[in-house]
């Protein structure tokens, strides 16, 4: 019993101690204070370097990305352009079939206006009244018709020729619209060379008489 007593004492001796030792101001055991560094960062070059790359490939990638928009708009604004212009015409057929009709539509047409001529130059010489001229021109003042011209005008008793000229189409297609109401119920016969653009030939007969056949 007496050796139990003796080791609680010396245990409780030594628990004593230690608790003495820990809770002393400066002893030997408290744990160090921690001292703040006042010591540059470390550097780290490897670490920079992958940053300014990385920079770079965002820079590229930017650039690349507005170029790529200027590219697909001037892409879409050609194809767009090219929808507006009209796909060919198909070949047509009847085309030759159609220019060799106007071929012999206008050699019939010279060869009347030739009948006409020789028709006027067998009637006896020209008439006394420049009739059909008279009327026309008349009819160009009063009407205001712009850019037609009565150039020259040639009658006989039977048949009158006038030499129309004309500004343009328009003018023409004005005329030959209201040459009817000008001239009455006169028969006539309209003729425009291609080898002579702008002029219009005009064979009228007085009222009452009809132009020669062909």
């Known amino acids: 019993m007496y050796r139990n007593l003796a080791a609680v004492a010396v245990a409780t001796s030594i628990f004593l101690l230690v608790f003495l030792m820990r809770e002393e101001p400066g002893n030997v055991m408290d744990e160090p204070a921690v001292v703040p560094s006042h010591q540059p960062a470390e550097s780290h070059p490897a ?3 992958l940053a300014h790359v990385r920079q770079e490939l965002n820079a ?3 650039q690349a990305a507005a170029d790529r928009d200027r590219l697909r ?3 879409e604004a050609r194809e767009a352009a090219e929808l507006m212009v009209p796909a060919p015409a198909a070949p047509d057929a009847y085309e030759p079939e159609r220019v060799a009709i ?4 206008l050699a019939e047409a010279r060869r009347y206006v030739s009948t006409l001529e020789q028709h006027m130059d067998s009637s006896g010489g020209p008439a006394a ?3 059909a001229g008279g009327q026309l021109r008349s009819a160009l003042a009063e009407r205001g018709i712009v850019g037609a011209e009565l150039t020259h005008s040639a009658c006989t008793d039977s048949l009158c020729r006038l030499d129309l000229q004309f500004e343009d189409e328009v003018a023409r297609n004005e005329l030959l619209m209201s040459i009817g109401t000008v001239l009455g119920n006169s028969d006539g016969f309209f003729f425009s060379d291609p080898d002579t653009p702008g002029v219009t030939q005009l064979f009228v007969a007085p009222e009452g008489v009809t ?3 062909l």
């Open 73 to 75: 708009a001037r892409i």
């Open 60 to 62: 590229v990638a930017r």
């Open 47 to 49: 670490e920079d370097q």
């Open 129 to 131: 009244f420049d009739w």
């Open 102 to 105: 106007a071929d012999v539509q």
């Open 211 to 213: 132009l020669p056949t």
